[in-house]
């Protein structure tokens, strides 16, 4: 294992530091200039202008001066760094300039923090000024899930890895710094299998193969971990022996799923599965109860920070024990499970019909009798409760990064609860969404940022509104 480790390392150190990908001698070469960085995009690219244009150019900090390599098509690089600013840091991970995953890591810890600050500061500007972002004391190998994609070189060798920035080109990783390192382990085991057992990695070009992706699922206060195979075909030869192996070197691994995906889309999970060992899901425990998470299912990826953001959620709801709470988006049931314990009554609406069952499931093994859960468009679920002269005293919503549309925010306001407690992925659709609520008679009381996606430009956010006049 230790040899393959070695070899996989070498790819990701042909790079001009700190600049990505290489060029390649057969492409016409970009131009060279040197230009001065005045800035920060909210993705965290140094600002910088040449020949009256804007460019935004990947690892380069306010204040630096550096050549650039500016292409007639795509993002300009960074050929060289010829004045370093104070808040630079060597990168601690070697496929940091050509992996897509991370975006900061070339800033030092506190340089980070701040310019997660400064954006939520400057987006949040019209509704109030935002608290101190609750950071990680060890923002590392946090990720309770993991996806690598499988492939082949152009020698048909087995990689298993994850895409370039701004590509489809598959790096073959041993390690990411970000993903919980048992994961990682499972993975490197899982490549070496594939070759022992003559399997193939899928190929996306001629449509075939056996494994597309490895999904990994792990429960940081149970241990309990999931590994999904995500595969071509519904045939897997030698699998037996297979998992015996797997579970031989990795007996943490507590579940075994095989997911058939013949989607020829970006679509990781494809809709048949099989549970090939175990019961089929996990636990894990948040704010004191226990939840069951299945490979579809929806759970914040960083377990420690959860912590932090749904506590501030429930607290800034202000339940006494008497309210309606509605928890809109609300997935697998978490943030209304834990409403539960300090509200009257959580009723909890989800698209999703497998999170719906999951939320039952997980209101049912944490004996909560106050949570109801319901699948269909939340929206319309409180414009049918307005109309039958309901009421809820609270509505809290999580939607996706793309944040509610109007059909739902007019519900909210057609329901009129007292609180809404709107927590965001997104800060940039969550101001759009605010706008439209203080337009419609609510305050921005609180703004509580959290760093869930320590390493990246991702940032969290709770914010509370209350109807104006209260």
């Known amino acids: 294992m230790a040899k393959n480790k070695k070899k996989n390392r070498k790819k990701p150190h042909n790079r001009p530091a700190p600049s990505g990908k290489p060029h390649s001698s057969k492409q016409e070469q970009p131009k060279t200039t040197e230009v001065t960085c005045t800035g920060l995009t909210d993705d965290g ?21 550096a050549e650039v390599a500016v292409p007639k098509r795509g993002p300009a690089e960074v050929v060289r760094v010829t004045e370093k600013s104070e808040v630079r840091q060597e990168a601690p991970c070697p496929y940091f300039y050509v992996c897509g995953g991370c975006q900061i890591q070339h800033m030092t810890p506190l340089a980070q923090n701040d310019f997660k600050q400064s954006v939520v ?27 690598m ?30 993903h919980d390192p048992k994961a990682d382990a499972i993975i490197a085991t899982v490549k070496e299998l594939l070759v022992s057992f003559k399997l193939r990695a899928y190929n996306e070009d001629t449509n075939r193969g056996f494994l597309r992706h490895v999904l990994i699922k792990t429960g940081k206060t149970s241990g309990e971990v999931m590994v999904v195979f995500v595969t071509g075909t519904p045939e897997f ?21 095989q997911n058939i995906n013949t989607r020829s889309d970006s679509m990781v999970l ?34 420690v920070q959860t912590e932090k953001l749904y506590g501030k959620a429930v607290e800034l709801a202000g339940l006494t024990g008497k309210e309606t709470v509605i928890d809109a988006y609300c997935g697998i049931g978490t943030i209304g499970l834990l409403a539960s314990k300090q509200a009257g009554k959580v009723i909890g609406v989800e698209m999703n019909k497998g999170a719906v069952k ?26 049918k409760m307005a109309a039958e002269g309901k009421k809820a005293d609270v509505v809290i919503l999580d939607p996706p990064r793309s944040g509610s549309d109007e059909a739902f925010l007019s519900s909210v306001v057609k329901l009129g609860p007292e609180r809404v407690v709107y927590v965001s992925c997104n800060p940039e659709t969550q ?40």
């Open 431 to 470: 101001v759009r969404d605010l706008h439209y609520l203080k337009k419609h008679g609510y305050k921005v009381q609180e703004i509580h940022p959290v760093d869930m996606f320590p390493q990246t430009y991702h940032v969290e956010t709770a914010v509370l509104l209350e109807k104006s006049g209260r």
């Open 358 to 383: 999951d939320a039952i499931r997980n209101s049912r093994h944490n004996k909560v009798t106050n949570a109801r859960f319901y699948e269909g468009d939340a929206g319309n679920f409180m414009m």
């Open 149 to 178: 994609t499988f492939g082949e070189n152009r020698k048909r060798q087995i990689i298993g890895g994850l895409y370039a920035a701004n590509s489809h080109d598959l790096i073959e990783i041993d390690r990411c710094l970000i």
């Open 45 to 65: 690219k140094g600002i910088a202008t040449w020949k009256g244009k804007r460019l935004e150019i990947p690892h380069l900090l306010p204040g630096e001066k």
């Open 237 to 257: 030869k030698g699998k037996n022996n297979f998992l015996k192996a797997l579970r031989r070197d990795h007996p943490e691994i507590s579940t075994i799923i």
């Open 121 to 147: 500061d400057r987006l949040m500007q019209p509704f109030g000024k935002p608290e101190r972002i609750m950071t990680m004391e060890h923002p590392f190998d946090y990720r309770n899930k993991n996806t």
């Open 270 to 303: 494809g809709k048949q599965e099989k549970v090939l060992f175990g019961k089929g899901y996990i636990t894990d425990t948040i704010g004191g109860m226990e939840f069951e998470i299945s490979a579809k299912s929806f759970y914040q990826i960083n377990p």
